[in-house]
């Protein structure tokens, strides 16, 4: 009975941003394929070439966030299909710590590495 | 139940020939999803190697020195089966933007009859994009 | 029904107590369905033949069942036979051991849900002519299987029960004045296709999360909690309360929109619809606590 | 062994209620039902239910409707109290949330039907009986009422008293479908039986699978009157091959019937110059099956109903859901072919004896709904009458039982001594158990031992076990679907809208020898679990007593009145037969007696008018 189900955790929050970051992924994402495969061939990127677009403030900006919604877009994504799937318990806190760490490691390398393109560090 | 028969899982899969367009989108969704975000980690992982090109380390790439970053890249690049790889996460990435566009119209209840539908349509665009990209994708591979 | 003396007093407009369909705002979706599914094959070239039917068996307790088999039987057609015609037919002439809930024969009591040919249907909804020969019956994926085609409601109940599935206002008229709660047509007509739920659990048995996450409500449940948390004879508190319900880790949140439910519905219920609506409801209550 | 206060021996409309009402009493109620409370055949009610609701209407004209309905065999204090009650019960179902069809003004609708004279059948679309139910079951969720499903009640535990009016009730026993496991349900206050029709009984109905006359054969066979069993209603267009209703909404749009030649029978054959297809029921039942037996049916068996010329558009706006329901149920295309309907029984008017509490002759024994016999319908029952009676003698049934006091009841029960004693039925077989066991009798022999109601139960609970084992032990001999078959037949074939003496005869022949075969029935499913061969085989033995007192009143009913028609006969006696007719079990050798209907309502006398159509 209702006892089952008394997980009073609201998931409301994870939909709703899953399905913000998607509007805005599609747009970026977009935008960086055609950017990165059709603008420049991705055969021809250089070091010089990206430092140069890293320089651009707006660029890196929009280049962080990218990453950082695709981040949670994507490790949210596997943690529901994983839910969906019935995990729970231990092994699903367990989970949820690993895909944190990860998506914190990803993003902390990432914005690492766009810091350098960009020249900054 | 202690004396019951759980069948398990394989009527799931096992009968994929009966799954209908909703379960398709719901299965290459996912699919795609998970490629994506694997994806992501290592192309990550590879653009790191912008941290030692900045250090300024070197390597040789067709008998030139060139530092770490553009070699990288450009060694990968010149790669068919990577060149092929690159059109595959296209086609996965078009699909799931496609569908996701889809799901994302079903989320504000737009359409719903037309679900199946628009299944249909993402994936045929899919294909289409895909097919259409290839030769930009291919120029000057290994050549 | 009318006795005989009253007839001509009533007979300018025959009206019948079992009046099918006789509700006044012609409803839209009734329409769209009302395009008849393919009648297939002529009927005319099975008469006379025999169905073949590959029916499930499985009995805990009898020796060559426990390992689950599947029985042909060959069943004469008649004109208008449906799946559970058939299986009546199997169970009465053949092998009276075949096990299968049943009860109404005719789409209102839910009990004879089974998975046909790969798709969960009604057998007594399921004409038998339309369907590719053998027939496989089984029972309800996704549900343990009591026997045969009997599978363990429990769960089903249990989720059904775990939204609070009654209505809920402390506040009603009197009802020795004779005095309704007032209800907008437009209203009712919201939740009409949600209330038409005969609880047969084909979405359930439908639905690959239903599959995967045991807790998760599953479509037939939250179609009820929309039933109730739209309709506006409910005051605000009680549907924010169920709007609490539905909205935790395995509600709403798990539906994948794999449609599927929608598909198999007897009822024509647009359960994706509701379960979509159902989340906009709740990120809308959310989005007003920020 | 289960133990509870109330316990209401099944949950359609009527069970559910008389346990809301005996919990809202205070008691501790359970509900003991062989179907989840959801499956229960209410769901298939359609058309509405009968309430003085709007101003201009008022209780009284409804009771004077449903006496004449019932073709002045309706006892007045029951239809006096159904008329009185039904408004506000009806209204409680509102409160408790039914989504009934509304008003422009968001009031609850109400629409003509047969019959009344004051559009007062309160519907929520044309699935009223759907809502009811699950409205209900959702009150008994919210009360936590406890539900035992899927517990077939094979007996009731009653004292053996020689005078069945001295008898107590004192629960029930029944099995877990599930686990075959057989228990006693001890009932500290009263039993109420609400079990359903017996549309079983004939092999063509629009009553569901589960429809098998459990309560009247548990509670006749216990020393209950049946009363006014001959009383069955039949719908002239049902299908062929399930039973499924078409509505009079097809011939009311101008639907036509044919019979296999093609003629429009009901003018050509002269059954109702005047209005034809639009007749009334019982005529239009009667005519179709006229026509088949003189050959004309198609295939023997029905007739054609017809709307084709109706035009498409007409048809899609209007009788839509009659596509799918022929679709769907018949694998019939109305738009292209004419549709097959044949006569089905529909309901029964007669039932377990009550009075207006729900009260039988046996102390702590109750009954409400299809099952019962108040006696509101009398001789027919008008549409929209019968789920009002579910809610307010279930209610009734269920306060009462709980120990609340409604005061006394007019009607009276019972087979006592001052009844009129049918003694020269012309009867063509003994009626009644053949070689009687104590174990088929439907009272535990224990010597009139009364004061221990434990022990009662485990005897009777001892008593169905050993049955059980009897039955599953048997390894030939002849199965339960053969015999039901052939009495169904039977009953389709002589005690069908078209009665006649010799008719009737044969049918009870026939039930003789059903009774006889059963002797040697058997159980060939081993196994214990779902077992529902043997359920069925149990529903079987009860199908064949109702049928039998089915056919019991129609031979003695010499005259035609209401729904039952005899070719001998055809016009309303009232000289001799404004009385109902009762049949007792008598440990097995039953009696015919008669009471004489009350037609002296609360302030006025109800006068029989000549019926006319
Ligand atoms: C097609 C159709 C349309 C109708 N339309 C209308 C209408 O429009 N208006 C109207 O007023 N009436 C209508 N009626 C009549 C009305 O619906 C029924 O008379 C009424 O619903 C009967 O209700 P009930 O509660 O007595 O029995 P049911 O709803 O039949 O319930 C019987 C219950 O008893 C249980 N039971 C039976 N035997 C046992 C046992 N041995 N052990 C345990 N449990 C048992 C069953 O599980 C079930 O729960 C219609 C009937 C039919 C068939
Ligand atoms: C470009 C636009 C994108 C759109 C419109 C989009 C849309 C969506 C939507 C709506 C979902 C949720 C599906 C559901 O819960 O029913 C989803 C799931 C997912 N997305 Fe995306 N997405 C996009 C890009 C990405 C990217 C870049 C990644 C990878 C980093 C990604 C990885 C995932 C994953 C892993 C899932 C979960 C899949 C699953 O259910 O198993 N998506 N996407
Ligand atoms: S929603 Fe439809 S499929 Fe699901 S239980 Fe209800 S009627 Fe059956
Ligand atoms: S099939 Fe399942 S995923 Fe959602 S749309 Fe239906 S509940
Ligand atoms: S038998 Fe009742 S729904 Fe099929």
């Known amino acids: 009975m209702a006892e089952r189900y008394s997980s009073f955790t609201p998931g409301g929050t994870g939909w709703l941003l899953q399905r913000i970051t998607a509007a805005f992924l599609v747009v970026v994402l977009a935008f960086h394929f055609f950017q990165l495969h059709f603008v420049n061939h991705a055969a021809d990127v250089t070091f010089a070439g990206t430092q140069a677009r890293m320089e651009n403030v707006g660029y890196f900006l929009t280049m962080v966030l990218f990453l950082i919604t695709a981040t949670f877009h994507g490790v949210n994504g596997v943690y529901n299909a994983l839910v969906n799937q019935g995990l729970s318990g231990t092994p699903k806190k367990v989970v949820f710590g690993v895909l944190t760490i990860a998506s914190v490691a990803l993003v902390a390398q990432g914005t690492y590495v766009a810091l350098v393109m960009a020249g900054m560090i | 139940m202690s004396q019951s028969y759980n069948r398990g899982l394989i009527e799931d899969f096992s009968r994929w020939k009966e799954f209908s367009a909703g379960m398709w989108a719901w299965i290459f969704h996912k699919f795609t999803g998970w490629m994506l975000i694997g994806y992501l980690f290592t192309h990550i992982a590879v653009l ?44 996965v990435a078009v699909f799931h933007i496609l569908n996701g566009l889809r799901l994302l119209m079903v989320d504000l209840g737009i359409g719903l009859e037309a679900q199946d539908k628009s299944f249909y349509a993402s994936l045929i665009l899919t294909g289409v994009i895909t097919v259409a990209s290839v030769p930009t994708f291919l120029t000057g591979v290994g050549f | 029904m009318s006795t005989q003396q009253q007839e001509p007093e009533t007979q300018e407009a025959p009206q019948d107590p079992e009046m099918k369909g006789a509700e006044s705002p012609v409803d839209e979706r009734e329409r769209e369905s009302g395009v008849v599914d393919q009648t297939s094959a002529d009927d005319a070239d099975l008469e006379g033949e025999t169905v073949h039917l590959k029916v499930f068996r499985y009995d805990p307790e009898v020796e060559a069942k426990q390992e689950p088999r599947f029985d042909d039987f060959h069943v004469p057609f008649t004109k208008g036979m449906t799946v559970l015609d058939a299986v009546m037919y199997a169970r009465d002439e053949y092998d009276s051991s075949l096990t299968f809930r049943h009860s109404c024969r005719q789409a209102v009591c839910g009990s004879d849900a089974f998975f046909v040919n790969g798709k969960q249907r009604l057998g007594c909804k399921t004409q038998i002519s339309e369907l590719e020969q053998p027939v496989r019956i089984e029972p309800l994926p996704h549900q343990e299987v009591v026997k045969d085609l009997v599978v363990d409601m429990e769960h089903f109940y249990d989720q059904m029960h775990a939204v609070e599935p009654y209505f809920q206002n402390e506040d009603t008229p009197d009802a020795s004045a004779l005095e309704e709660q007032r209800q907008s047509r437009e209203n009712r007509e919201k939740i009409k296709m949600s209330t038409r739920c005969i609880w047969c659990a084909s979405c359930v048995s439908s639905c690959n999360i239903a599959a995967g996450d045991n807790q998760y409500l599953g479509p037939a449940a939250i179609n009820k909690a929309y039933r109730f948390a739209m309709d506006d004879r409910e005051p605000e508190e009680v549907k924010e309360h169920r709007l609490r319900i539905i909205e935790q880790e395995h509600g709403v949140w798990r539906c994948q929109t794999q449609f599927s439910c929608t598909e198999v519905c007897p009822k024509d219920i647009p359960l994706t619809e509701h379960i979509q609506a159902l989340k906009r409801e709740a990120v809308k209550k959310n989005l007003k606590f920020w | 062994m289960y133990e509870h206060d109330v316990i209401v021996v099944g949950a359609g409309g009527a069970g559910l209620r008389a346990a809301i009402a005996a919990h809202e009493a205070g008691a501790d109620t359970a509900l003991v039902t062989k179907l989840h409370p959801v499956r229960s055949h209410t769901g298939a009610a359609e058309g509405g239910i009968n309430a003085a609701l709007q101003e201009g209407d008022d209780w009284e004209l409804h009771a004077y409707d449903t006496m004449k309905g019932s073709d002045y065999l309706g006892d007045a204090p029951a239809v006096e109290t159904l008329a009185q009650d039904s408004p506000e019960d009806t209204m409680r179902l509102e409160h408790w949330g039914m989504p009934f069809s509304r008003e422009e003004d968001g009031r609850v609708s109400q629409r003509p039907f047969g019959g009344l004279s004051y559009p007062r059948t309160t519907y929520a679309g044309a699935e009223t009986g759907h809502h009811l139910l699950h409205v209900m079951y959702e009150q008994v969720v919210k009360r936590g009422i406890q539900v035992y499903d899927e517990w077939y009640v094979m007996n009731l535990a009653t004292t053996d008293e020689p005078d069945p009016n001295d008898r107590t009730c004192h629960g029930v026993v029944a099995y877990d479908v599930q686990s075959g496991q057989i228990e006693g349900f001890k009932a500290n206050d009263g039993v109420i039986l609400a079990t359903g029709g017996p549309g079983q009984a004939f092999d063509h109905t629009t009553n569901a699978v589960s429809c098998t006359g459990d309560g009247h054969a548990i509670a006749y066979r216990a020393g209950v009157p049946l009363e006014d069993m001959e009383f069955i209603q039949f719908h002239p267009t049902s299908l062929p091959s399930t039973g499924v209703l078409i509505s009079e909404g097809v011939r009311g749009e101008g639907g036509i019937l044919y019979n296999e030649k093609g003629e429009r029978f009901m003018f ?178 224990d010597g009139g031992v009364t004061a221990d109601a434990e022990g009662l139960l485990e005897r009777t609970v001892e008593r169905e076990r050993e049955r059980v084992d009897r039955l599953m032990d ?43 075969e059963y002797q040697h029935v058997y159980v060939d499913d081993p196994s214990r679990t779902f077992n529902t061969d043997l359920q069925q085989t149990y529903e079987t033995r009860n199908l064949i007593d109702v049928a039998e007192t089915i056919a019991l009143g129609a031979l003695v009913r010499n005259e035609f009145r209401g729904a039952h028609w005899r070719k001998e006969r055809q016009e309303r006696d009232d000289e001799n037969w404004l009385k109902h007719t009762l049949i007792s079990w008598n440990g097995g050798k039953p009696d015919i007696f008669y009471r004489p209907v009350i037609l002296e309502g609360e302030e006025k006398t109800y006068e029989p008018k000549v019926r006319s159509y």
């Open chain 2, 48 to 91: 790191s190697s912008a941290i030692g090109a900045a250090q300024g380390e070197t390597m040789m790439l067709a008998g030139e020195q060139v530092d770490v970053y553009t070699g990288t890249i450009q060694g990968l690049e010149s790669l068919l089966i990577i060149r092929v790889l690159e059109v595959g996460l296209l086609a």
């Open chain 4, 268 to 445: 050509e054959y002269g059954y109702a110059n005047n209005d034809g297809e639009l007749a009334s029921r019982d005529v239009v039942s009667r005519a179709e099956l006229t026509e088949v037996n003189e050959g004309r049916g198609v295939n023997d068996e029905y007739v054609y109903l017809d709307m084709r010329h109706l035009g498409e558009e007409r048809i899609l706006d209007r009788l839509e859901n009659i596509l799918h329901l022929a679709e769907d149920f018949e694998g019939v295309d109305g738009l292209v072919e004419p549709m097959p309907v044949k006569p089905g029984q529909h309901y029964a008017m007669g039932g377990i004896e009550t009075d207006e509490n729900g009260q039988t002759n046996i102390d702590g024994l109750y009954a409400a709904g299809e099952c019962a016999c108040v006696s509101v319908h009398g001789g027919n029952r008008l549409g929209g009458n019968a789920l009002p009676e579910l809610i307010v003698f279930g209610k009734r049934a269920g306060r009462h039982a709980a120990g609340e006091d409604l005061g006394d009841a007019q009607i009276e029960t019972g087979y006592g001594e001052d009844v009129e004693v049918e003694t020269d039925a012309d009867l063509p077989v003994t009626p009644g158990e053949v070689g009687i066991e104590p174990a088929d009798d439907g009272v535990a022999a």
């Open chain 4, 474 to 516: 048997k390894d030939d001999g002849i199965q339960h679907a053969e015999i039901r078959q052939k009495l169904q037949k039977a009953m389709t074939d002589y005690v069908n809208v078209f009665r006649t003496e010799e008719g009737i005869k044969k049918a009870l022949k026939v039930i003789r020898e059903c009774r006889e």
